[in-house]
């Protein structure tokens, strides 16, 4: 089992940065995909980006570009760079894992989530 805990989130105006951490628990972090997903007010939470447990990456398209997701196993950490940001990208960001091998987007293949950290951009 994997607990994991969202940092890093705030306001920020757009164009800004912000980098967002993900603290897990469990020896075995480094056998999980990880996986950021944000919900706005009013809409169903979405896919942002993943990252498996070779590195490999993906990105919604929303995003490409502009976010980086990266884990550092030996820490048990993962994390979001988010630059370039834009209004729409304000929400709760969720850090989730997931025991399947690829860097699916698809929400129900997570198995843990995160308790989510808010960004705001502010125009």
């Known amino acids: 089992q994997v607990q994991l805990v969202a940092s890093g989130g705030g306001l920020v105006q757009v164009g800004g940065s912000l980098r967002l951490s993900c603290a897990a628990s469990g020896r075995t972090f480094s056998s999980y995909l990880m996986g950021w997903f944000r919900q706005a007010p009013g809409k169903e939470r979405e896919f942002v980006a993943a990252?498996?447990?070779?590195?490999?990456?993906r990105y919604a398209d929303a995003v490409k570009g502009r976010f980086t997701i990266s884990r550092e196993n030996a820490k048990n950490m993962v994390y979001l760079q988010m630059n370039s940001l834009k209004p729409e990208d304000t929400a709760v960001y969720y850090c989730a894992a997931s025991k399947i091998p690829g860097p699916t987007s698809r929400i129900q293949e997570y198995d843990y989530w995160g308790q989510g950290t808010q960004v705001t951009v502010s125009s």
């Open positions: 990252i498996s447990v070779e590195a490999s990456t």
